[in-house]
């Protein structure tokens, strides 16, 4: 298993770019189940969790190719109509979002065996509402063996509200509901910008689809969909963690394709920090940020979108580590999303959990130390705070990074950064 070596290096200054979303392509390529013949997908980032949806596409029966030399990467699928509609343990014990197969396969084929997805590092993240939306679309849905399976002749429309809201819940329903008899009503709807680049994927492939309030989609399904051309858009998550690589370093940072309308709530919290953000354009447009002398305290809870991402939760905590005062963090997503505070401690950082609610007391140093990533974000806050400390650290079980993080150690290394990955 590889590990990263990072030695603290001091401000992070230079140019660099976000690459395609991750969470934006995995529900986009799904989509190909959906129409036959060929779609094509620019900006697609070349990452593990990307490569395991592949797999589980070609494992279903489409045709993938991506295209590895090309900067940005795409990738082009091709549909040839039929399926074997069954996404394995193997790959779904991999990657959550495999799940994202279930509502084009039932829509499209009629019929899916989805593994469960089972327990993950940050918490039990069950699929109950998926299976919940899909019934109440006239699936027959049965658990067996560790498996869902789903049948129906053809799915009908239906009047359904997300008790929790759900990203991935409300893209498996619009995809299942673009091809579904009639009208799906889609309440408590998640709003995440990769919800409405689906839609936008979905309706250039001829489905009719509209967002009656800002949490309420409508669908109105149709009988066939076809193949589109689409370029997925910058992943907001990585653009935020390299802001972040920048305030905790005290540098100055400008990241290409960064986009502040995705990335709201994350600007406000790194502004209330004493950072100053400025949308500018290098090459193409981006947002800089400028680090203060201190970072400032900070008060934060994680919210669906459009509230403080879950996902940029472990990177504020590695840098309010170092903030000049006592901050405090709830998370309201993920019940078991503090996994990197044991690890953060290790490096000097004084943080209390208690239930939901973090205590980050700052501290004026950090140092290096072995630590292990546990998840994908809790590797990234590892990184951000051994890009701070003084000394070296060494991170083990990077892979968790490799799923989310394209040219990571490239990108760091390129605003000055000292990273190196150890194989092993
Ligand atoms: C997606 C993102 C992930 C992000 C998360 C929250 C992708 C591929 N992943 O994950 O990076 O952290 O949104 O923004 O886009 N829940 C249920 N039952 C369900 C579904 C969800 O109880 O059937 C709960 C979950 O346990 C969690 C909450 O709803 O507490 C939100 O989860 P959800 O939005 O579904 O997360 P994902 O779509 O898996």
Request: glycine fraction near 8%.
């Amino acid at each position: 298993m590889d590990s990263l070596s990072v030695c603290g290096n001091g401000p992070l200054k230079g140019q660099t770019f976000a690459s395609g979303s991750k969470n934006a392509a995995l529900p986009l390529l799904a989509s190909a189940l959906l129409a036959e013949g060929t779609h094509h997908f620019e900006n697609v980032p070349r990452l593990a969790d990307i490569r395991t949806m592949l797999k589980l596409l070609r494992h279903i029966g489409l045709e993938t190719s991506m295209e590895h030399n090309a900067h940005p990467s795409s990738c082009t699928l091709h549909n040839p109509g039929k399926a074997n509609p069954e996404a394995p343990y193997e790959l779904v014990k991999t990657m959550r979002a495999s799940v994202l197969v279930l509502g084009p396969l039932l829509a499209k084929y009629g019929k899916a065996k989805v593994s469960l997805p089972g327990g993950c590092a940050i918490g039990a993240r069950p699929i109950d509402l998926h299976l919940k939306a899909l019934s109440a679309m006239g699936a027959h849905i049965s658990l067996s063996g560790g498996y869902v399976e789903a049948t129906a002749q053809r799915l009908h429309g239906a009047d359904f509200r997300f008790d929790t809201i759900s990203v991935t819940g409300t893209e498996n329903l619009l995809m299942a509901a673009s091809l579904a008899k009639g009208t799906t009503r889609i309440r408590n709807a998640a709003q995440e910008p990769e919800v409405a680049e689906l839609v936008d994927v979905l309706k250039k492939m001829g489905a009719q689809i509209e967002w009656e309030k800002p949490n309420e989609l409508v669908v109105e399904g149709v009988e066939a969909l076809t193949p589109c051309q689409h370029t997925v858009c910058a992943d907001r998550i990585e653009a935020g963690t390299l802001l972040v690589a920048a305030a905790i370093t005290g540098g100055d940072v400008f990241v290409q394709n960064a986009q502040a309308a995705h990335l709201g709530a994350v600007i406000e919290k790194l502004r209330e920090a004493g950072c100053e953000i400025s949308q500018e354009h290098k090459n193409g447009p981006g947002l800089r940020l400028v680090a203060p002398p201190h970072i400032r305290p900070l008060q934060l809870q994680t919210q669906e979108y459009p509230g403080f991402p879950t996902d940029m939760q472990a990177q504020f905590m590695a840098l309010l580590s170092i903030a000049d005062g006592d901050s405090e963090i709830a998370e309201n997503i993920f019940e078991n999303r503090y996994m990197h505070v044991a690890e953060l401690c290790r490096m000097g950082a004084h943080i209390h959990v208690s239930g939901t609610h973090a205590l980050i007391h700052g501290v004026s140093k950090l140092s290096g130390a072995p630590v292990m990533a546990t998840d994908l974000r809790a590797s990234a806050s590892l990184v951000l705070a051994a890009l701070r400390a003084e000394g070296t650290t060494t991170i083990s079980r990077v892979y968790h990074l490799d799923r989310g993080y394209e040219q990571l150690e490239e990108k760091l290394s390129h605003l000055g950064a000292k990273v190196e990955r150890l194989h092993g």
